[in-house]
């Protein structure tokens, strides 16, 4: 079994009109593109396909994910369960990810944080930064003691500060979610509604979280739909991917 650092999972064939990765050495593409069941949702027969792949390889400590757009967000749901030590969880998201799928108990870009909670033993405590307000309103109550919602220049000044963003169990390793969908519209655009942030605030936050966590993994979303509506999809594919070429450089830079 070959050990991974980068690895890039292929859902849409959206990363067919990027190029950050050329400038990586050895990216591992999981292509999962052949797997039914997976757009926004994933259903039981999908999840059990993608864990036999995630399987198939080693992703090393430290490692980052690239999961396409933000309608495979609950690939992080399947990833951070493959954590066997007691970990934090921060997410860049404009949204919180935590509604019940409208179907079921079946797995959702919506849902998987809130099915991280309550799936995996070692998730400790959750940061959520850059969630709409009305849509923090709509978690249940129930969560809220174990997860933390902040406003970007809320986080930035406990960063510089130096101020933990975690109350209960510090010192943990962090796993680190980003969904682009968490920036501005003149920075990227995303196939869902989208926050204020800029990247160049992102990109700021995202070093000083590095320089002082034990980041243990970090994954990537918020392409662009291959398919998308009224979207120059090589335009924005190239912002997107220059923001990928962005994170990834800060990632390296300390792994």
Known sequence: MDSH?????????????EGFYREIESPYFISCRQIPGTNCLC?????????????????????????????????????????????????????????PSSFGNILSCGSWVMDLIDSSEYLKEVVIIGAAEHLIKEVDVSYKEKVRFMEPGEALNMLTESKDLFTKETGLPVYLSIDKDVLCLEDIVTNWDQGEMQANELYKQLEMIYNSYDVCATDICGECAIDQEGCNVPAESSKSSDINKMLYRIWHKYN
Request: aromatic content about 14%; hydrophobic content about 40%.
């Open 5 to 17: 650092k980068v690895a890039i999972f292929d859902f849409s064939g959206i990363y067919d009109y």
């Open 43 to 99: 259903d039981d027969m999908a999840v059990e396909e993608i864990k036999k792949l995630i399987k198939d390889f080693d992703l090393l400590r430290n490692s980052i994910r690239f999961i396409d757009s933000g309608n495979f967000h609950y690939m992080s749901k399947l990833l951070a369960e493959e954590m066997n030590e007691d970990f934090n969880l921060i997410v860049y998201d404009h949204h919180p990810d935590m509604q």
